[in-house]
């Protein structure tokens, strides 16, 4: 820092929340890749996935990054961005859990991850019970972040 001042959201200083979405995105085409390789029905599953990651805050990232540079890493590490990005991942699995376990209809605004999928399943007239499926994709989904 060289004594200098940093104000403002230290998320969005030297654009480390562009670079950890940047992350997010290429891990997450990564697996809409795999996923859909399997099956294009999946792709509802990976864009749940994006969606639901799009508008954290990025605290932990934040956290993880800032003690790298204040620990004297560099600024052009990519590989700690990569790290930070990982964090964020952890906590969206938390989160889906957390709407589950806590019954949350929302998040952020938008169906709970759980809910979304029980809506698709009842959108693609599937067999089975829609609650039960969106139960057991949000745990999948939150044990795979």
């Not at 940047?22 to 029905?41: E, G, V, Y």
């Amino acid at each position: 820092m060289n004594g200098e001042s940093v104000s403002g959201n230290p998320v969005d200083q030297e654009q480390l929340r562009q670079r950890i979405d940047h992350a997010l995105s290429r891990f997450l085409d990564r697996q809409q890749a795999t996923l859909t390789a399997i099956s294009p029905r999946l792709l509802p599953v990976a864009a749940t996935l994006r969606d639901f990651l799009d508008g954290g805050k990025r605290l932990r990232p934040a956290f993880c990054y800032w003690g790298w540079r204040g620990a004297g890493g560099s600024r052009d590490e990519e590989g700690a961005v990569a790290a930070a990005a990982a964090l964020e991942l952890l906590q969206a699995g938390a989160l889906v859990h957390d709407d589950l376990i806590d019954g949350s209809d929302t998040r952020r605004g938008l169906p709970s991850v759980h809910r979304r999928l029980e809506a698709l399943h009842r959108a693609e007239g599937w067999r089975g019970d829609g609650g039960r499926y969106g139960t057991a994709g949000a745990v999948l989904l939150g044990t795979c972040c």
